[in-house]
């Protein structure tokens, strides 16, 4: 099974430990990984603000770097989504054929490889904090605001995480306010979503705030490290890549 | 060209081709084993209305009696519980009705899912009677009660009158700060006989 | 870059008058005790919906319905509407069409002066806000008195509502008690609830009483029967109704339903969605004037027909106004239903709103971080957060935008459509630090850094680690 790398532009550059867990964590899980290097970004920091139509060489340039693996997959529920939802091109069939094939790290995991156990060991309180676009559009977890089921792919696979202590905020899946170029554009708001996230974990006295996509937690991060907070926060591949 | 036909041209151009019109197949058969009576009283006083059973209307009579004498104006429109006000009419004022402290009306079905109980105009004998009076009194009889709003549709003809209600508990508004506060411009509380 | 410049270039989107949302709400955020209370009291209504919809076990399957009956309608809305109208007429009804908000106050004026109307009473009517009706009489000497106790509070105060199932969700008890005090003489500092319901109860019964016409909104119109459907909890609209000679209600074309059974859907939805009643206290079917009153129905259009013309916003149509958007709305509880400038706010008004005037709203569709709880609360369906990207789209298509924004769009373009630039750009230094508006570790430039710390710029990308590892 081939798998391709997709790693985030603002990942490769400001968290490449998450990419290198992500990467090792795969490998570890039997998958033969590969990373091309031409990849750039999904093209969401454009469309989300309107310029989808500038978004057209970005995707020719995923297409091509992800067009002949087996499955491509991502510690980004946010640019999964992106690509599932908007990735097009002269050539559908390649297009559609990576949308199909596209997965989340967590759900692939669950999904695809189907793992049961993990060898993981991570002896701390972790509070989970629920990304909007991987729960509501990858459909990672079921929503608070729906009749149905509860389940959550990220708590699965955190539950088999050896010393772990799984905590929820008490709004379990509110969202943190990054919201891509949200964040600078509605700072005040955004801020103060992110500051009401941290408030709650911090009821639950969690050690490390993890979650499935970087955007949330380098948000959240840097409101901690203003605060001078003593809690970390880590991508779920990090923890799931101990051992 | 008038607004009507500018607005019916204008939609007839921008709506998009026929979707079909879905059946409504509401199952209750989840909830067969509930008891309607039980869930109807139970979801009224949720709400903050009252309900008494009653296998007898003889109560309701001396009540009636006894709040008359101590000077209340009341209004009966059931002639089975003794004389009936006939000053009330459709056209009667709301500055003659304003003054009516209880006021006793029948009802046609309640439905258990939301306590709300249907009242058609006949009823009510002036639209205002149920929102004007300070207490509203319903007589429901206890085999009218239906488990849902689609049933309650299928039972009452909303457009057999010129006016229908269905009512549930009395006024609110939680305006000021959510606080739910009883009583805002309607009844200030609502008391249900379910009559076997 | 002086920083006047440099905000005009990013942060504040074209607008028309007043200030853009998001410059309300950082105003709005200054009192961050108040932002919190404002957005607990708005949790809570969420919480109580959720409650509400979980005790119906076919609770989805209803919303379903809801959402396709609504769309089977707006197919078919222009013979539904006719239908409406003759059922309307056979039953006494007079109809009058207006095409925009401006011949919907026209025909109220026309009402009211050729009837010689001196006493005017109104129950909610988002329309009537949507139509500035209240500024228009009051501009011709006629004053409306709100009867919904959320609306005659901000009514006193000369505000427009901040919510559209609760008015003045944005005032605290103490707000109300000097309001009614200044207003209709309460205890001064008696901020109990109960007692200052109370007054506006005596107050409005007399002025219920002595109204000669009263407007009210419509919830839902019945095209088989001619017949309308009108829900409050407090009772105000059948006062005003039951009580004038004359009765107008205004509705939008999309507030039809074609049969009688479709309100069982509709009745279970509203109210529990809106703030977790099983129903509102009181949902009044009217079908003809009682006799010797007027009844007018005035259906109008303010720009609905075009938005049905947009096959990626027509859904927005289907809205009933419940309201559970805003309350699960992360940014609105946050920021306050008067940062949105218009009469709908909320998630469902930056979608509506766009179409009646893009360049004043086109700040709205990127006051969310389309994290898509909306379009989940929605008991019709409607994809919200789906229709704000959308509308992204179009504003930037149509040029509300700003140039330093589409300069800025542009080159981060350009960088990552061509990998050879992106990897020279990541080697000169995080080139994401320069397209980004996250450039200056400066409070003041930098809206990133004003509340948060930069990410921390690691030794290498992954790219050059995986280069010396892996490859």
């Known amino acids: 099974m081939k798998v391709g790398l997709f790693i985030p532009c603002y990942v490769d550059q400001f968290y490449p430990k998450v990419a290198v867990a992500t990467l090792e964590l795969l490998e570890k899980l039997g998958c033969e990984v590969v990373f091309p290097l031409n990849q750039t ?86 509070g989970m904090h629920i990304s909007c676009h991987g729960q509501r559009g990858l459909n990672l977890s079921s929503m608070s605001e729906l009749s149905a089921p509860s389940f959550s792919k990220p708590a699965y696979l955190l539950n088999m995480v050896k010393g772990l202590q799984l905590s929820l905020p008490k709004r379990v899946d509110e969202c943190c306010g990054f919201g891509g ?51 970390k926060t880590i991508h779920i591949a990090e923890i799931l890549n101990t051992h | 060209m008038n607004s009507r036909e500018k607005i019916l041209g204008a939609i007839s151009i921008n709506k998009p081709s026929l979707i079909e019109l879905p059946v409504i197949d509401i199952k209750s058969t989840s909830s067969l084993s509930v008891d309607w009576v039980d869930e109807f009283i139970k979801t009224l006083e949720s709400i903050g209305g009252k309900v008494v059973q009653l296998s007898s209307i003889d109560l309701i009579k001396l009540e009636i009696q006894e709040a008359k004498l101590r000077g209340e104006y009341i209004v009966n429109t059931l002639p089975v519980l003794g004389e009936v006000n006939n000053e009330i009419n459709p056209t009667m004022e709301a500055s003659l009705l304003e003054s009516i402290d209880r006021a006793y009306i029948e009802g046609s079905i309640g439905v258990a899912e939301n306590g709300s109980v249907w009242l058609y105009e006949n009823q009510i004998k002036n639209r205002l009677l149920p929102f004007i009076c300070q207490h509203l009194v319903i007589c429901l009889n206890i085999n009218k009660i239906v488990p ?45 006989y379910l009559i076997s | 870059m002086n920083p006047k410049n440099f905000n005009r270039l990013f942060f504040v989107p074209i607008q028309g008058a007043g200030l853009s949302h998001s410059a309300a709400a950082e105003i709005f955020n200054k009192d961050e005790e108040r932002t919190d209370w404002h957005d607990e009291t708005l949790w809570f209504v969420r919480e109580k919906r959720d409650k509400a919809v979980k005790q119906i076990s076919e609770w989805e399957q209803l919303r379903t319905l809801g959402s396709d009956i609504k769309d089977h309608t707006l197919s078919n809305l222009d013979i539904y509407l006719a239908e409406f109208e003759k059922n309307a007429q056979a039953n006494g009804i007079k109809i009058h069409w207006a095409i925009d908000a401006e011949e919907h106050n026209e025909i109220i004026l026309g009402i009211i002066r050729e009837q010689k109307v001196q006493q005017v009473v109104k129950s909610k009517s988002m329309l009537t806000e949507e139509c500035h009706l209240n500024d228009y009489l009051a501009q011709r000497g006629i004053d409306v008195i709100d009867t919904d106790l959320g609306e005659r509070i901000v009514q006193f105060r000369n505000e427009p509502p901040s919510h559209i199932v609760l008015p003045a969700i944005h005032l605290k008890k103490q707000d109300v008690s000097e309001t009614f005090h200044e207003h209709l003489g309460t205890e001064k500092g008696n901020n109990d609830p109960q007692y200052l319901t109370e007054a506006a109860r005596q107050h409005l019964r007399d002025k219920f009483i002595k109204s000669q016409l009263a407007i009210t909104g419509v919830n839902f119109a019945i095209a088989s029967t001619g017949g309308f459907v009108v829900c409050t909890n407090e009772g105000n609209a059948d006062m005003g109704a039951h009580a004038a000679k004359i009765h107008v209600a205004s509705m939008g074309i999309e507030k039809i339903i074609p049969k009688v059974e479709h309100l069982g859907v509709f009745l279970r939805l509203l109210a529990r969605s809106a703030t977790g009643q099983p129903i509102t206290t009181y949902s009044s079917h009217f079908h003809q004037p009682r006799v010797g009153q007027q009844m007018h129905i005035i259906i109008v259009d303010n720009g609905r027909t075009k938005q049905l013309g947009r096959p990626d916003f027509r859904s927005s149509l289907k809205c009933i106004r419940c309201a559970a958007c805003f309350n699960t709305c992360p940014v609105y509880r946050r920021s306050g239903g008067h940062s949105y400038h218009t009469a709908v706010a909320g998630p469902i008004g930056s979608i509506l709103n766009p179409n009646l005037d893009m360049k004043a709203n086109a700040d709205l569709p990127f006051a969310s971080t389309l994290c898509g709880s909306c379009s989940n609360v929605c008991p019709v369906k409607i994809d919200i957060h789906v229709q704000l990207y959308k509308w992204r789209q179009v504003l930037v298509a149509e040029g509300f935008t700003t140039g330093g924004k589409k300069v800025a769009m542009k080159g981060m373009a350009f960088v990552l459509s061509h990998p050879s630039i992106y990897r020279i750009s990541g080697k000169i230094g995080r080139w994401i630090m320069r397209v980004f508006p996250f450039i200056f570790n400066n409070k003041s430039f930098n809206p990133w850094y004003k509340q948060r710390e930069m990410p921390e710029a690691p030794e290498q990308s992954f790219r050059d680690w995986y280069k010396k590892n892996k490859k």
Do not use: W
Not at chain 1, 60 to 77: L, Q, R, T
Not at chain 1, 82 to 92: P, S, T
Not at chain 1, 190 to 212: F, Q
């Open chain 1, 41 to 126: 970004c999904c093209g969401q920091p454009m469309a989300n603000s309107g310029f989808a139509s500038l978004s057209e060489g970005c995707d020719k340039n995923f297409i091509a770097n992800f067009g002949e693996v087996d499955y491509v997959v991502s510690p980004s529920g946010s640019c999964v989504l992106h690509v599932k939802e908007h990735l097009h091109d002269q050539n559908e069939t390649k297009a559609s054929y990576i949308r199909r094939n596209i997965y989340e790290l967590t759900e692939f995991i669950v999904d695809v490889l189907k793992v049961e156990n993990m060898v993981a060991n991570f002896p701390h309180k972790v």
């Open chain 2, 148 to 192: 849902n709003m689609h049933e309650a549709y299928q039972q009452v003809d909303v457009a057999k009158e010129g006016y229908g209600v269905f009512l549930a508990g009395p006024s609110k508004t939680a305006d000021i700060e959510q606080s739910l506060v009883i009583g805002a411009h309607g009844a200030r509380s609502l008391l249900v």
């Open chain 1, 181 to 231: 170029t949200f964040c600078v554009f509605e700072e005040a708001v955004s801020v103060k979503m992110g500051k009401d996230r941290i408030t709650e974990h911090a009821i639950n006295e969690v050690e490390y705030i993890t979650g499935v996509d970087v955007s949330c937690l380098m948000h959240l991060e840097g409101i901690l490290k203003r605060q001078g907070s003593s809690v």
